[in-house]
């Protein structure tokens, strides 16, 4: 019992240590983190009720491992093919992921011939709410950047 407490103490004691290291982290980094905890505590619950006899809980310890699979699985699946994905002088030198400009349009939130001023003032807009120093999100952030750099072109 005495080993379990001072395991714990340890534990808690390198959490606390390394709260120093998340405040500069993103924030995609800290739920990395917190799934693979999550997993771990699965895992160990999982290994004690086993031990107990008691098979049935254990295997639902192992759903404390569901949200770190559908991530790993997502990130690994290669990228559908869309209608952006076929040929045109557009696509030429297009990263994995670069969005159409019929995305762009839908991120932004505007119509298919808006001027470059609907599009720097869309741009604006979303990003006073999305900014990942106003609480916003890192990925919707890049997406809107993205929707503006495929609109604007070479005309930054």
């Given at each position: 019992?005495?080993?379990?407490?001072?395991?714990?103490?340890?534990?808690?004691?390198?959490l606390m240590g390394g709260m120093r290291a998340f405040e500069r982290a993103k924030i995609t980094t800290i739920k990395t983190f917190g799934l693979w905890v999550i997993a771990l505590a699965g895992l160990t619950l999982t290994v004690l009720l086993f031990l107990a006899?008691?098979?049935g809980m254990a295997l639902s310890g192992l759903m404390l491992f569901g949200p770190l699979l559908w991530q790993r699985w997502r990130a690994a699946r290669p990228p559908a093919a869309g209608p952006s994905s076929r040929g045109g002088s557009q696509s030429?030198?297009?990263?994995?992921?670069?969005?159409?400009?019929?995305?762009?349009?839908?991120?932004?939130?505007?119509?298919?011939g808006a001027s470059e001023a609907e599009?720097?003032?869309?741009?604006?807009?979303?990003?006073r709410a999305a900014h990942p120093d106003s609480g916003g999100s890192d990925w919707l952030a890049a997406r809107i950047n993205q929707a503006r750099d495929v609109l604007l072109g070479g005309r930054k």
């Amino acid at each position: 019992m005495l080993l379990w407490i001072g395991l714990g103490l340890g534990a808690i004691f390198l959490l606390m240590g390394g709260m120093r290291a998340f405040e500069r982290a993103k924030i995609t980094t800290i739920k990395t983190f917190g799934l693979w905890v999550i997993a771990l505590a699965g895992l160990t619950l999982t290994v004690l009720l086993f031990l107990a006899g008691r098979g049935g809980m254990a295997l639902s310890g192992l759903m404390l491992f569901g949200p770190l699979l559908w991530q790993r699985w997502r990130a690994a699946r290669p990228p559908a093919a869309g209608p952006s994905s076929r040929g045109g002088s557009q696509s030429m030198g297009r990263r994995a992921g670069w969005m159409s400009a019929e995305e762009a349009l839908q991120v932004l939130g505007l119509r298919a011939g808006a001027s470059e001023a609907e599009i720097r003032e869309a741009h604006k807009r979303l990003m006073r709410a999305a900014h990942p120093d106003s609480g916003g999100s890192d990925w919707l952030a890049a997406r809107i950047n993205q929707a503006r750099d495929v609109l604007l072109g070479g005309r930054k």
